[in-house]
């Protein structure tokens, strides 16, 4: 056997139908597409719907957008670290021990709620009315990095 010997399987190769090449032929004329009607013309895209209201006109447009970079606070008001020893130090660390914030992220102290005792309170970042609180109480505010 040699190489101009070999061929394909009997019925493994079909011939590729040619349409449209004259009325004598099978599928002359029309070609196997009909009679009349935007299909029988052109080709008509996938997402036509006929006519009516397309589906990406009917929805709503989204407004705005959404900052990738936001960094999101877990928020802890003044009035919950009152639960903490006179004189301590309430870092992320002990919050987090305590359950008063999620357990990753950085933390924000609110000035929401009342504080009567000195405090060094450690947090990534204070609102203006959580420093007034903690200093009228006699404690102080350190800022962490993040």
Do not use: M, N
């Given at each position: 056997m040699k190489l101009h010997h070999l061929k394909p399987a009997e019925g493994s190769k079909k011939?590729?139908?040619?349409?449209?090449?004259?009325?004598?032929?099978r599928r002359g004329k029309?070609?196997?597409r009909g009679t009349k009607g935007t299909k029988a013309r052109n080709t008509v895209p996938a997402w036509f719907e006929?006519?009516?209201m397309p589906?990406?006109?009917?929805?709503?447009?989204?407004?705005?957008f959404k900052n990738r970079n936001r960094v999101e606070y877990t928020v802890v008001n003044v009035?919950?670290?009152?639960?903490?020893?006179?004189?301590?130090t309430v870092g992320p660390e002990e919050l987090r021990g305590r359950g008063l914030a999620k357990k990753r992220g950085p933390i924000k102290i609110l000035g929401e709620g009342e504080l009567n005792k000195d405090l060094t309170v450690r947090a990534h970042a204070f609102s203006v009315g959580a420093v007034a609180a903690i200093e009228?109480?006699?404690g102080t505010v350190e800022v962490v990095e993040k």
């Open positions: 011939k590729r139908i040619r349409v449209g090449r004259g009325e004598g032929g029309t070609a196997g006929g006519g009516q589906l990406y006109r009917r929805l709503p447009k989204l407004k705005g009035g919950r670290l009152s639960d903490f020893r006179k004189g301590s009228a109480a006699g």
